[in-house]
């Protein structure tokens, strides 16, 4: 079964500094994709990244990166340069293409608080 | 504004009463979702429409819980005899049929159950 494991439950950042979220995921599908989705104290899920299972090179996106280490089963996301407004909760999500091709799986979660 | 909009953002209710929240994705986009999300946790996939036909549901979804989406436009989600279990965040999205599926999100429905 498909499963992303999130082992940070809260970080506290220095503004300006870069910050890696850490994520674990599990499947035996060889096809699937990875996301970040942030959500700030408001509630709506902003997406933010995404990672294909064949994709050779890391997904960037502006100060999001992804650092996606297929054989660790590892998908991290680094924020640079870090600031006031990426507090916030972030998860990082799958989507299996042929097992389910429609519902995305979420983590747990890690709460991110930037310190000015 | 042409992103995933919800209705109510906010539903307060005494245990018992039926609830519908309605959804409204992006209007170019096929495919609706409806998530839970409880305190401290992850959304939780609950069912899943391609145009109207509802091609896949969790088992969270018990049969107090109905979705349609009868013109494949916008979806409701209807709670039958609320319980206070299900107080939660119900998240909808919406994604097009093409491209790698990212999902976009509407600002949620907070229900609270009394």
């Known amino acids: 079964a498909q499963k992303i494991t999130q082992t940070q439950p809260g970080m506290f950042v220095q503004e300006k500094e870069a910050v890696t979220l850490d994520c674990t995921y599990d499947?035996?599908?060889?096809?699937?994709?990875l996301f970040w989705y942030k959500q700030p104290s408001s509630g709506e899920m902003i997406f933010l990244i995404y990672?294909?299972?064949?994709?050779?090179q890391n997904a960037t996106e502006g100060r999001y990166s992804l650092n996606f280490q297929k054989a660790r089963k590892s998908a991290n996301l680094v924020i640079s340069a870090s600031q006031l407004g990426d507090s916030a909760m972030y998860f990082c999500a799958m989507r299996e293409v042929y097992s389910s091709a429609s519902k995305i799986i979420f983590g747990s979660g890690t709460r991110l608080s930037i310190r000015p | 504004d042409t992103g995933v909009s919800q209705d109510p953002r906010h539903k307060i209710t005494k245990r018992g009463q039926n609830v519908t929240f309605r959804c409204d994705p992006i209007s170019e986009h096929n495919r609706l979702y409806w998530y839970r999300q409880t305190l401290g946790q992850g959304p939780e996939f609950l069912t899943y429409?391609?145009?109207?036909?509802?091609?896949?549901k969790s088992r969270l979804l018990s049969d107090r819980f109905s979705a349609e989406r009868p013109k494949g436009s916008f979806s409701t989600l209807e709670i039958q005899r609320t319980e206070q279990g299900d107080s939660a965040m119900y998240l909808c999205a919406s994604s097009p049929d093409r491209g790698p599926g990212e999902q976009f999100f509407g600002p949620g429905t907070r229900l609270t159950v009394l």
């Open positions: 499947t035996s599908d060889q096809s699937y994709g």
């Open positions: 990672q294909g299972s064949y994709d050779e």
């Open positions: 429409f391609q145009n109207e036909a509802q091609l896949e």
